[in-house]
C-alpha cells in the first residue's frame, strides 16, 4: 500500500492479545487462547505486516509489543515478527531504535529475558499494579510481590536497563499508607521509568458487577478527594526520589520517557499490528477488526481488517493537537500550533486560554501553554474545554 514519507520515522505497535487468564478489571482485547491459534495469529501478523512493504522507504522509531501479555507467548514468536519488520521496513540502525515488550511477572524465567536480550529487545514494561498480597488477588493478577522481584532482578542481570514499572492507585479499599508503601517499594528498586494510573471500573468487567454505579461494593471505592490526595503524592514521592513527571501519569529518570508513548502525544505517525490495533498516519485513524477469525483470515487485506478508517479534519486536529500536548508536562508551543494550522492559537482558544489561566489550572510562559500541577490532577476537566463547537 501507497503511505507518505515520515521524516521523524513511524511509531509501530504490535497487540498480542493472549494472556494467561483475564484480570477482574480488565476490558483491553485479551484472552486466553490455544497453541493453535497463537500460531495462526502470527502468522496473520506477518501478512499484515506485508502488506505494508513497500510503502515507501517507512523508517520505525520505536517498535512496542503490547496486550495483552507478549511475555506469556513463546519469544520465538516475537523474534520471528521482528525479523519480518526488518525485511518489511527500513531499520538501519537496529540498536538505536526503542524496542519495547510489555512483561507480565510469572510468565518469564532467566532463559526467556536472555532470548528478549537477543532478539533486540531494549525496555521492558513490567506490569506489578500493587505490592501487597490481598490488592493483587482483588485485581485476579497472575503474580504475587515475589514473582515481580525474581522476574525484575532477572531482568536486571540480563542486562536490562530501561525498565519501567506500572502501579494503579484508587483501588477498592486502599488507603494511602497501602499506595505509598507500594510506591516506596517501587522506588527502591530504581526502575527507569513508572507509571501510575487510577483504576477505572470498566463496562463488562466483574469489577462494574462489584464496584460499579449502584452495585453492592460502590462505597468502597476511594472517593474524590483520597484520589487526589493519590496523585499528589506519586507526583512529590516520585520527584522525591529522582523521577520527573513528563505526562499525567508518567514518570522517569532524566532520558528515560518512553519514546513510544510520547510520540502518541505529539502525533508522529503510528502503525498498529493486530487484532483491534489502532493506526494513525496520512491524516487518517484506522481501526483494525477486534473479530479474530476475520482477522486471521483477512489480515493482508486492509480493505476487510480495517473496520474505522477516519478523517482527521482541521477541527478534529487542533482539538487533538491541544489534548494530547497538554498531557505532557511541558506542555505545547503556540509557535507548534502557528506551523501546522496557519493561525495564532489565540485566534482558536483565546478566550478558553485565558479563562483557564484565571482559574490557575493552565500556564502560559511566553511561547508555551502547559498545564499547572493543580491543572494535571484534574486534567479531565480541563481538557475538555479545548473541543471546539465547529471548524473555523
Ligand atoms: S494481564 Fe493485562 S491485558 Fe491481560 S487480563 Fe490482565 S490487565 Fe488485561
Same mark, same amino acid.
Given at each position: 500500500m501507497k503511505m507518505q514519507n515520515n521524516p521523524e520515522g513511524l511509531g509501530i505497535y504490535v497487540h *498480542?492479545?493472549?494472556?494467561v487468564r483475564k484480570c477482574n478489571y480488565c476490558d483491553f482485547l485479551s484472552f486466553t487462547a490455544a497453541k493453535e491459534t497463537k500460531e495462526a495469529y502470527f502468522d496473520a501478523l506477518k501478512r499484515e505486516m506485508d502488506s505494508y512493504c @513497500?510503502?515507501?522507504?517507512q523508517k520505525p522509531r520505536t517498535i512496542y509489543f503490547g496486550g495483552g501479555?507478549?511475555?506469556?507467548?513463546?519469544p520465538e514468536y516475537i523474534e520471528d515478527i521482528l525479523c519480518h519488520m526488518k525485511k518489511c521496513f527500513s531499520i538501519? *540502525?537496529? !540498536?538505536?531504535l526503542e524496542v519495547t515488550l510489555e512483561v507480565n511477572p510469572k510468565t518469564v524465567d532467566s532463559k526467556k529475558w536472555k532470548q528478549y536480550k537477543q532478539m533486540g529487545i531494549n525496555r521492558i514494561s513490567m506490569g506489578?499494579?500493587?505490592?501487597h498480597e490481598e490488592e493483587l488477588k482483588l485485581l485476579g493478577r497472575i503474580h504475587d510481590y515475589d514473582d515481580f522481584l525474581e522476574s525484575f532482578y532477572e531482568a536486571r542481570e540480563a542486562g536490562f536497563d530501561n525498565i519501567s514499572v506500572d502501579v494503579m492507585a484508587a483501588?477498592? @479499599?486502599?488507603s494511602l499508607e497501602k499506595y505509598k508503601e507500594t510506591l516506596e517499594r517501587v522506588v527502591l528498586l530504581q526502575p527507569e521509568h513508572i507509571s501510575s494510573y487510577s483504576l477505572i471500573v470498566e463496562e463488562g468487567t466483574p469489577f462494574e458487577k462489584l464496584y460499579?454505579?449502584?452495585?453492592? !461494593?460502590?462505597?468502597m471505592l476511594p472517593d474524590e478527594e483520597l484520589d487526589r490526595k493519590m496523585y499528589q503524592l506519586t507526583q512529590k514521592l516520585l520527584k522525591d526520589h529522582g523521577y520527573h513527571r513528563y505526562e499525567i501519569s508518567n514518570y522517569a529518570k532524566?532520558?528515560?520517557?518512553s519514546k513510544h508513548n510520547s510520540s502518541y502525544w505529539e502525533r508522529i505517525p503510528y502503525i498498529g499490528l493486530g487484532l483491534g490495533a489502532s493506526s494513525f498516519f496520512d491524516g487518517k485513524r484506522y481501526q483494525n477488526t477486534s473479530d479474530m477469525k476475520q482477522y486471521l483470515k483477512h489480515s493482508q487485506d486492509r480493505n476487510i481488517r480495517v473496520v474505522e478508517e477516519e478523517v482527521i479534519g482541521r477541527k478534529e486536529a487542533m482539538e487533538e493537537f491541544m489534548f494530547l500536548g497538554l498531557r505532557k508536562t511541558k506542555g505545547v508551543l503556540k509557535s507548534d500550533f502557528k506551523h501546522f494550522?496557519?493561525?495564532?492559537m489565540e485566534n482558536i482558544y483565546g478566550t478558553v486560554l485565558k479563562s483557564l489561566s484565571a482559574q490557575q489550572v493552565l500556564i502560559e510562559e511566553e511561547d508555551v501553554v502547559r498545564l499547572s500541577e493543580y491543572g494535571l490532577d484534574v486534567s479531565n476537566m480541563v481538557l475538555s474545554h479545548f473541543l471546539l463547537e465547529e471548524e473555523r
Open positions: *498480542i492479545p493472549f494472556c @513497500g510503502a515507501g522507504h501479555t507478549p511475555s506469556s507467548v513463546e538501519d *540502525i537496529w !540498536k538505536q506489578l499494579q500493587s505490592t483501588l477498592p @479499599g486502599q460499579g454505579e449502584g452495585a453492592p !461494593k460502590e462505597h532524566p532520558g528515560r520517557e494550522f496557519g493561525t495564532e
